[in-house]
C-alpha cells in the first residue's frame, strides 16, 4: 500500500532552513523528479478512500497539489479547479489570505458557486494555514467539501481542520529530523 511513496519519503535528503528540517521530495517540491508510477499509485488509493461518485470538482492549490489532482482528475473525467497565486479579476473570484509556517499571501479561487461539491487534494499539509483558509473561504461561498486529502503530512496543522468539522485524509504521516524522514502512520492502517 503507497509503496512507492513511502520508498520515497523515506529516502528524501533533509536540508536545515533555520532550526527547520526540510524534506525535499518529488510530490511537495517536484525534485528530483515526479515519477509519474507514484503519482498513479497515489491516484489510485484515493479513489479507494473516497466516494468520488459525490463530487462535481477536483480542486487543489497551486503548485504542487496539481500532479496528484490531475492524475485524478484523468482517471475520473471530474473537472479540475486551481486555486491560484495570482488574480484574474474574474466575476466571482475569491480572494483569501493564507499564512504558512514559511510562507504567506493571497490565494484567488474561481470558478467555484454554492452547491459546488468538491474534493480538495493537497501536497503536504504541517501548518496547516492554507488549508484552513481555503476551507473557510469555501464554506462562506456555499461550497461542499465532500473530502479533503493530503498525500504526505507533518505536524499538528491538522487538528484545525477537525475544528473546522473538516476531517483530512493524510495519506502517509512523518516525522523529519537531521536523521532523515520517518514514516509515523499510513491511512487505513490506523
Do not use: C, W
Not at 496543522?157 to 516525522?175: A, R
Amino acid at each position: 500500500m503507497l509503496e512507492k511513496l513511502k520508498t520515497s519519503l523515506i529516502n528524501s535528503p533533509v536540508i536545515k532552513r533555520g532550526e527547520y528540517n526540510y524534506f525535499i521530495h518529488p510530490i511537495s517540491d517536484g525534485v528530483p523528479s515526479i515519477d509519474p508510477h507514484m503519482v498513479e499509485e497515489i491516484a489510485e488509493y484515493i479513489l479507494q478512500i473516497t466516494d468520488i461518485k459525490k463530487v462535481d470538482t477536483i480542486l487543489t492549490i497551486e503548485a504542487m497539489g496539481i500532479p496528484v489532482a490531475n492524475a485524478l482528475s484523468l482517471k475520473t473525467g471530474i473537472p479540475l479547479t486551481i486555486v491560484r497565486k495570482r488574480p484574474y479579476f474574474l466575476e466571482g473570484e475569491v480572494e483569501l489570505s493564507q499564512r504558512t509556517g514559511y510562507s504567506k499571501g493571497a490565494l484567488y479561487i474561481n470558478g467555484l458557486k454554492k452547491g459546488d461539491r468538491v474534493i480538495i487534494v493537497d501536497d503536504v499539509i504541517s501548518t496547516g494555514g492554507t488549508l484552513i483558509a481555503l476551507v473557510k473561504a469555501l464554506k462562506t461561498i456555499g461550497v461542499e467539501i465532500q473530502d479533503v486529502i493530503s498525500v504526505i503530512g507533518r505536524g499538528t496543522g491538522y487538528l484545525q481542520l477537525k475544528e473546522l468539522g473538516v476531517e483530512p485524509k493524510i495519506l502517509v504521516t512523518i516525522d523529519v529530523s537531521e536523521k532523515g524522514v520517518e514514516i509515523k502512520n499510513v491511512f487505513g492502517n490506523e
